[in-house]
């Protein structure tokens, strides 16, 4: 069974740091791409971000570009999202993704 276990998420401070962790495990994590991606109050999901099966290509969303970084290990299958800079804007549940499949998301507010 696939599953995908997101956490890290809290309250933050804006301009502050948060790093969001995401468990993965029931499918072979070495050799697929994975996501993150976010769910603000009222609106749709937005993808947020994207690294290749070996972490040397990653893509970014205009709004996140420069702040939030996306990294994996494979060897323990786990991916990761360093978000620095953090603006209310960002406030949302995120989400790990792999193709359609997401896991149940973390909450993070940016609130001072």
């Known amino acids: 069974e696939v599953q995908l276990v997101e956490s890290g998420g809290g309250l933050v401070q804006p301009g502050g740091p948060l790093r969001l962790s995401c468990a993965a495990s029931?499918?072979?994590?070495?050799?697929?791409?994975m996501s993150w991606a976010r769910q603000a109050p009222g609106k749709g999901l937005e993808w947020v971000s994207f690294?290749?099966?070996?972490?040397?290509?990653?893509n970014y969303a205009d709004s996140v570009k420069g702040r939030f970084t996306i990294t994996r290990d494979n060897a323990k299958n786990m991916l990761y999202l360093q978000m620095n800079s953090l603006k209310p804007e960002d406030t949302a549940v995120y989400y790990c993704?792999?193709?359609?499949?997401r896991g149940q998301g973390t909450q993070v507010t940016v609130s001072s």
């Open positions: 029931g499918f072979s994590f070495s050799r697929l791409a």
């Open positions: 993704t792999m193709g359609t499949t």
């Open positions: 690294i290749n099966s070996d972490g040397g290509r990653t």
